[in-house]
């Protein structure tokens, strides 16, 4: 799958959330809502920097999980409850991708 996405990683300086690519710095986002406090901008911002990892590490889960969900059920200990979450994950890999047709 093509990530459209400016590459990470991405970093926060102050309230702004940075990608560096080719020795470039770009502001991909900038955290400056003035009804939030400098802590809940400066942890949006944080939020905001770990989306690439985020997203990265949620589709390595998914994938071993997929195949985890392929083992026979006699060999397994997988739940509904699995099921739901397995699901969950694709829906916001989904969202995060703009595949959510």
Do not use: C
Request: aromatic share 6%.
């Amino acid at each position: 799958m093509q990530t459209n996405h400016t590459p990470g990683p991405w970093t926060v300086s102050g309230r702004q959330v940075k990608s560096i690519d080719h020795g470039k710095r770009y502001t991909v986002a900038t955290t400056n809502n003035a009804k939030f406090t400098d802590e809940a901008n400066a942890s949006n911002a944080w939020l905001i920097a770990a989306a690439p990892d985020l997203l990265k590490a949620l589709k390595a889960l998914t994938s071993t999980a997929r195949t985890f969900r392929n083992v026979p059920k006699d060999e397994q200990e997988w739940t509904s409850i699995d099921d739901d979450a397995l699901e969950s994950a694709f829906a916001a890999i989904a969202k995060a991708t703009g595949n959510n047709t």
